[in-house]
């Protein structure tokens, strides 16, 4: 390696990452809006600030040195975070507050993304960034304004605000229901039932509650979350217990059937949690509010 204690300039690291993809100084210096000459010196500067070769030339051609195939993931990382941190900053001017929401990821795919709309419109100088988890909220990211969790009806939640009480509602496509109709409890014996892998204690309760003298036959495949089953719904796969507020739009527009208008409460329900240290920010405050007014209605 060279003495030199400086790091390569970003102009000529680029040139190596475009050189390295091409294989050709002159196809590198079309992709950079430069002339040939110019990427040729700006590798060779390079090559000689690190004392070692990138490429190896030949009549035919160059192919990177074992020390530029090493070099170059590690540079392409580098300068992709460059650009995404340079990014970041860009889309956060003029002071604009950002909110950022850590959501399960059917609360987000299923209504979320657009009621957000609504929000926005009232609040357009808050910037939303939107992840999905799941779980546990302990330990979560810290820079998480809003967790909202799909939990058990309790109490003892730390900082959490209830926002709507979980009803499951039975639906099918309106293919599937046609083909078999559903006029009592009995006749739900003669589809399948799509399992909820993360809570199989649904179908029991639901069975249970309406149909305790009825078989159940389940889906062979089980998924993990609401707009999984949902999907596995339209393709008409079986019967899915979902979210009321979720699915209502849907059913409404005839998209799904409610066969029976069986309703399930699951004793879970949907909460919005906000650490201590970002409960006094006015945009977290703002959110709150709007979600609140949103399960109120």
Known sequence: ???????????????????????????????????????????????????????ERHIDGIRLTSIGEQYLPSIIEALESVQSATARLKQSENNEAVLNLDVTPSFASLWLINALQDFRSQNASIRINLKTGDGLTKGLNARSDIIIRCLPIATHYENANLLHKETLR???????????????????????????????????????????????????????????????????????????????????AKQLNNPLALSLVSQYGYYAITPNHRRDNKQVYLFNQWLQDQFRC
């Open 1 to 55: 390696m060279s003495s030199s204690s400086g790091l390569p300039s970003i102009k000529a690291l680029k040139t190596f990452v475009a050189v390295a993809h091409n294989l050709s100084f002159s196809k590198a210096a079309q992709e950079l809006s430069v002339t040939q000459g110019a990427v040729s010196k700006q590798v060779a500067a390079l090559e000689q600030q690190l004392g070692q070769a990138l490429f």
């Open 170 to 252: 039975l639906v099918g496509s309106p293919d599937l229901v046609e083909h078999h109709p559903i006029r009592c409890h009995q006749d739900l014996e003669v589809h399948q039932f799509i399992p909820h892998i993360t809570r199989p204690q649904l179908w029991e309760k639901f069975r249970n509650q309406f149909c305790p003298d009825t078989p159940m036959n389940f889906h062979g495949v089980g998924f993990e979350h609401f707009f999984m089953s949902l999907e596995a719904v339209k393709a008409n796969c079986g019967l899915a217990l979902l979210p009321d507020f979720m699915v209502d739009p849907l059913i409404e």
